[in-house]
C-alpha cells in the first residue's frame, strides 16, 4: 500500500485548524511535524493572511522575538503600510542581536530591506541587499521558502535593470531536480523561457516553457500552468514535426551546449502541442468577464493560429459579456463573418469610448 503525503503548504494547516480545532499548542506541534514544517512563523503568516485570529494569537505566544518582529512587518505591509524601511530596520536589529539572533530571518530581513531599496530607486543598494540575503540564506536555509524568493527576487531585479543574462544565471541556480518548491521551479522557468526567446534561444525556450507548464501542474497553481502552456505552444507554434520525440523526452535528455556546439533544431511533437492545448483550455474560467484577462488573450490567439477557434464558440457569440478591450480587438482579428465581426466593433466602440 502506497503512503499518502499530506499537503504541506500552510493553507492546509489552517484549514485543519478550523476543521479539527481549536487545539492546544502541543497538537498543534503534532500536526506542524506532520507537515515537515521546522519554525511557526510562515503558519502564523497564513494564519494572519487567511484571518484565523484564534489561530493567530496562539501561534504568537510561540514565536520567537525575531519572529514576531518579522510577523509585525508581515501585518504592516498587509495593512497597507508602504513606509516600511525603518521596520525592517528594526526587525533586523532583533535578528542581529547575541541574545535574539536568527540567521535565516536576518537574511530574509536583508531581502525585504533590498525591495524597499529598490522600490525607493536605490538600485544598487537593493543589488547588494539581495545578493547578501541569497547568499545568506543558501548557506543556512537551502532551498527552503524564503531562499527560493531571494531568487526569484534576485533574477526579477535583475531583468528590471535590463540584465537578462544575469538573470538567466540566477534562474540556473533552481535545478528541478533539488529540493526546491515547485512553484519556484516554475517560475523561474517562466522568466528563464521568455529571456531564452528573446536571445534566440529556441530550443531553451520552448524547453523551459515546458517546465514550467508541467512544474506549475505539481504545484496545483493553475494561472501559472496556463501561462506556462500558452508560452510552450507559442514558441513551438513554428515547429510541429511528427518525427519529433516527446517533449518529456527532450527535456529529460537536454544538457548544456558545448563551446561552438551549434543551437538544438526546436521540434515537437503534435500530441504534445495538443495535449498542452486542451489541458489549458479546459481549465480556463468559464466566466469571459474581466477588465484584464491576459490568460484568454493568449488562448484565444492561439486557438486561431492552430485553427481551434471554435472552441471557443460561447466567447465568439458573446460580445457583451467580456469585458477586456485588448481581448475584443485580437477576437476581432480571429472573425470572418460580417455581422458578427460588426458586433464586436460595437463592443471595441462601447469599451474604448472617452
Known sequence: ???????????????????????????????????????????????????????????????SPAEKATLSLVRRRMLGDTRLQNVIEEALDVARHPDTRDLALEGRLRMELGLVKYESGDIEAAKEDLTWAETRLKSVALASRDHDLSLINKAALHTACGEALMALTVYSEIPRNGNHADETIALSRLGASRICAAI????????????????????????????????????????????????????ENARPRDAGEEAREVKVHPDDISEVFEWCFSHLPENHAGSDRPDLRAMVSLAHRFDKISHFDSLLKNPDGVEDPILVAIVQNCIEDVELKSRWNVRLSTLTMI
Open 200 to 251: 534566440g534561444h529556441n530550443f531553451d525556450s520552448v524547453r523551459h516553457a515546458w517546465n514550467a507548464h508541467a512544474h506549475a501542474l505539481l504545484a496545483s497553481q493553475v494561472g501559472m500552468a496556463i501561462e506556462g502552456g500558452a508560452l510552450f505552444l507559442d514558441f513551438s507554434s513554428e515547429a510541429i514535426d511528427d518525427s519529433a520525440e516527446r517533449m518529456k523526452i527532450q527535456v
Open 1 to 63: 500500500m502506497s503512503e499518502i503525503e499530506l499537503p504541506t503548504a500552510p493553507g492546509y494547516f489552517i484549514s485543519r485548524w478550523r476543521e479539527q480545532g481549536p487545539v492546544d499548542i502541543a497538537t498543534l506541534t503534532v500536526w506542524r511535524e506532520e507537515m515537515n514544517w521546522n519554525t511557526w512563523l510562515p503558519l502564523a503568516e497564513a494564519a494572519l493572511f487567511l484571518d484565523a485570529a484564534e489561530l493567530l494569537e496562539l501561534l504568537e505566544t510561540v514565536l
